[in-house]
C-alpha cells in the first residue's frame, strides 16, 4: 500500500481525512452521554485534521475527486451534525413546542450545512483553493455553534428563542454570498 498514491484510497491524506470522521463520530457518543466539553476537545482534533489533510494532499499531490468528496463526507459529520447535535442535547430542559421548534430549527443547519457542502463540491476542483469561501464556511458554522454553546452553558444567554433565532441566522449565512477569506 503506497501512502503517497493518489489512486489509493487509503493515501496519507485521505487517512487524515478518515481521523477526522472517527473524531466527529466519537464526539456525537460522547455528546448523548452528556460530556460535551470532551465532545468539544474532541471535534478540535477533528478540526486539526481538517486542516492537515488538505496541505498533506497539496504537498503530496494527492488530492483527487475521491479526497475531494471525502472531505465534504468529513465535513459534514464533523462540522455539521456534530455541533448540531451538542447544541440540540444542551438544550434539551424543553419540551413540546420549544422541542419541536429546536429540531425544526437544527434541522434547518443540517440541511443548510449539506447544501453548503455540496455546492462547494460543485463549484470546486481537486487540489484548488479559492482566495474566498463564499458563504460561512461550515468549520467556522460550527465554531460559531460551539460559541452559542458556551453562551448558553455559561448562563451568558439563557434564552432558548434567541439561541434558536441565531442557530437559524448561521445557517442562513452558510449559503449565502457573504465572501470570507480562505485561510
Known amino acids: 500500500m503506497n501512502l503517497y498514491d493518489k489512486n489509493n484510497r487509503f493515501n496519507l491524506a485521505n487517512i487524515v481525512t478518515f481521523a477526522n470522521i ?67 442535547y444542551a438544550l434539551q430542559k424543553e419540551e413540546g413546542f420549544e422541542l419541536f421548534l429546536s429540531g425544526i430549527v437544527f434541522i434547518y443547519y443540517i440541511i443548510s450545512g449539506l447544501r453548503r457542502l455540496i455546492e462547494f463540491n460543485l463549484k470546486s476542483e481537486a487540489g484548488s483553493v479559492a482566495k474566498y469561501f463564499e458563504g460561512v464556511p461550515t468549520p467556522l458554522g460550527a ?41
Not at 478540535?44 to 472531505?71: H, M, P, T
Open 22 to 88: 472517527t473524531f466527529g463520530v466519537v464526539a456525537m457518543y460522547f455528546i448523548q452521554e452528556g460530556q460535551f466539553m470532551i465532545a468539544i476537545i474532541l471535534a478540535w482534533f477533528a478540526g486539526g485534521f481538517d486542516i492537515l489533510d488538505g496541505k498533506i494532499a497539496r504537498k503530496y499531490n494527492l488530492s483527487c475527486e475521491f479526497g475531494v468528496q471525502l472531505d465534504s463526507f468529513a465535513d459534514f459529520i464533523s462540522f455539521v451534525v456534530m455541533p448540531a447535535f451538542l447544541l440540540f
Open 143 to 183: 465554531i460559531l455553534l460551539w460559541v452559542l454553546y458556551l453562551v448558553y452553558a455559561y448562563h451568558l444567554i439563557t434564552n432558548l428563542y434567541l439561541i434558536l433565532a441565531l442557530v437559524a441566522v448561521i445557517a442562513y449565512l452558510l449559503n449565502t454570498k457573504v465572501k470570507i477569506p480562505h485561510p
